[in-house]
Nanobody, 130 residues
Framework: QVQLVESGGGLVQPGGSLRLSCAAS????????IGWFRQAPGKEREGISC????????YYADSVKGRFTISSDSAKNTVYLQMYGLKPEDTAVYYC???????????????????????WGKGTPVTVTS
């Protein structure tokens, strides 16, 4: 069973930075891609980034492109989301999720249709406020 645990969220001022971590159970990154999603109060879930460890292919939503960087450390079974230039509109609960690469990219980019990611973490909150 794949287990995912997010950490690194918190309270930050506009323009600040945070690094989120998604710690996965052993071997997860060898078989699955990881997507980062967020959900703000009263809003739909948004896929913001994903990465496959196999070939390091990445994706970023327009809303975070140029400000967020996704990376993975297979030795630590951890995927990171480095966030710079945080804005109040980045306030949300951030989740990481795992699935096969093709499905991960479809779901993260909003083209998954009826499909959803198979494994989810419990989320870490990020609040951007002055």
């Amino acid at each position: 069973q794949v287990q995912l645990v997010e950490s690194g969220g918190g309270l930050v001022q506009p323009g600040g930075s945070l690094r989120l971590s998604c710690a996965a159970s052993a071997w997860t990154l060898d078989y699955y891609a990881i997507g980062w999603f967020r959900q703000a109060p009263g809003k739909e879930r948004e896929g913001i980034s994903c990465i496959t460890n196999m070939d390091s292919t990445t994706y970023y939503a327009d809303s975070v492109k140029g400000r967020f960087t996704i990376s993975s450390d297979s030795a630590k079974n951890t995927v990171y989301l480095q966030m710079y230039g945080l804005k109040p509109e980045d306030t949300a609960v951030y989740y990481c999720a795992a699935d096969i690469p093709s499905k991960t990219f479809l779901v993260t980019t909003g083209r998954g249709g009826k499909y959803d990611m198979e494994f989810w973490g419990k989320g870490t909150p990020v609040t951007v406020t002055s």
